[in-house]
């Protein structure tokens, strides 16, 4: 390297605990995809300056109405989610997902935007989904979560 270039360094955050925020996040008629990936970006903590990715900097999120989201397309009776059940008829789609356990969707599409492992394991416990508007987490204070 010559002596003239400089290198740029990251800035760390310590792994000091710190406090974490509670938001909700209201799913009703939101596309899943794109509600999905605000989710698990603020889970992560990329919504703070102090982002390291080896660290859990997240803050909490619970999602409301997750029964009431939206897809796009064909996706409710084409797109399949596979259960290894070691049974015949592991296969389910959206439809038959959402009518069984309504708040899978999004727990799912969340778990496949964190980094797998334990750090987003870690993450992933951070997430509270409720199938209606009701939510035992009041006594938390959360602040609404835009999701354009």
């Known amino acids: ?3 003239s270039a400089t290198r740029h360094r990251s800035t ?7 406090a974490r925020a509670w938001f909700i996040a209201d799913v009703e008629g939101k596309t899943l995809g ?17 982002f390291t990715p080896h660290v859990d900097a997240g803050d909490f999120v619970v999602v409301v ?20 059940s070691l049974f015949p008829g592991g296969l389910r789609t959206q439809e038959q997902l959402l009518a069984r356990h309504p708040t899978d969707l999004v727990k799912r ?19 509270k989904v409720y199938a ?12 609404p979560l835009p999701l354009s």
Do not use: C
């Open 109 to 127: 599409a969340v778990w496949g935007m964190l980094p797998k492992g334990p750090l987003g394991r870690r993450i992933y416990k951070k997430l």
């Open 65 to 84: 109405n997750a029964d009431k989201i939206r897809l796009t397309g064909k996706k409710m009776t084409t797109k399949l989610y596979r259960d290894h």
């Open 34 to 50: 794109r509600a999905a990936t605000k989710i698990a970006d603020v889970l992560r903590g990329k919504h703070r300056p102090s």
């Open 1 to 3: 390297m010559p002596v």
């Open 12 to 18: 760390f955050q310590a792994n000091e605990p710190f």
């Open 132 to 143: 209606g508007a009701e939510h035992p987490h009041v006594a938390q204070q959360p602040k």
